[in-house]
């Protein structure tokens, strides 16, 4: 069966230090993947989307990287800030059947000064 | 002004009642979902809509019934309520099923507590 799966332990990191997170999946070929952010008591909130046929992709301080070989996308905040902190998401796509998305469980983010 | 909107955002109810979540969007968009959070915060897809035609329907309850009565809104009945429906029921919206990368916008969330 299809699995998603997120770094299951809280990251703690110091700002302006380089946040990593990690999605990989397994029995799943996506045509898409996306990264959501989650601040407590309110709906995900998209961030980033990269589609199969791209390596990586940017966004100001985000960075997200997809490697179909691996099964495993990595999302980088970079200088980072409390403010990011949060939860992210990733959450992956296919195209037809809806354009079904399916989300993984959710990296908690926490960075300190 | 919010883009996805859902009353109420806090609803409590003992077992057996029946109760509904609203959901609306002002997006322009032609797709809306529902989804679950649960306490783990697992995010899992319920329904979704198209145009008021439904084109997801997961492994759900019977008891949970959506109704689309045009493509700004999305309603979630839930009939005889039980303690495991408790959870974060989230709306969405996206432009479309066929731009080939589903956006969600999301709304706040309703939290259900079932007693």
């Known amino acids: 069966s299809q699995k998603i799966e997120q770094n299951s332990e809280a990251l703690n990191i110091q700002e302006g230090k380089t946040a990593t997170l990690t999605c990989n999946y397994t029995n799943y070929s996506p045509a898409y993947l996306q990264w959501y952010r989650q601040d407590p008591g309110r709906g995900p909130v998209f961030l980033l989307l990269?589609?199969?046929?791209?390596k990586e992709k940017r966004k100001e301080r985000l960075k997200v990287t997809f490697d179909t070989t691996l099964k495993q996308s990595l999302f980088h905040i970079t200088a980072s800030q409390p403010a990011d902190s949060a939860t992210y998401l990733c959450?992956?796509?296919?195209?037809?059947?809806?354009?079904?998305?399916?989300f993984g469980t959710g990296t908690q983010l926490k960075v300190e000064l | 002004d919010t883009a996805v909107s859902q009353t109420p955002k806090y609803l409590v109810t003992q077992m057996g009642n029946d109760k509904s979540i609203k959901c609306e969007q002002n997006l322009g968009h032609d797709t809306m979902y529902w989804y679950k959070q649960d306490s783990k915060k697992f995010l899992k897809i319920m329904f979704s809509y198209n145009n008021k035609e439904l084109i997801i329907n997961e492994t759900v309850p019977n008891r949970f019934s959506p109704k689309s009565p045009d493509k700004a809104h999305l309603n979630l009945h839930i009939n005889s309520l039980e303690l495991g429906d408790s959870a974060v029921y989230f709306c969405a919206s996206s432009q479309g099923v066929g731009t080939g990368a589903n956006v969600l916008t999301f709304g706040a969330g309703s939290r259900l507590t079932v007693l």
């Open positions: 990269i589609r199969e046929n791209e």
């Open positions: 959450a992956l796509g296919h195209t037809g059947g809806g354009n079904k998305l399916t």
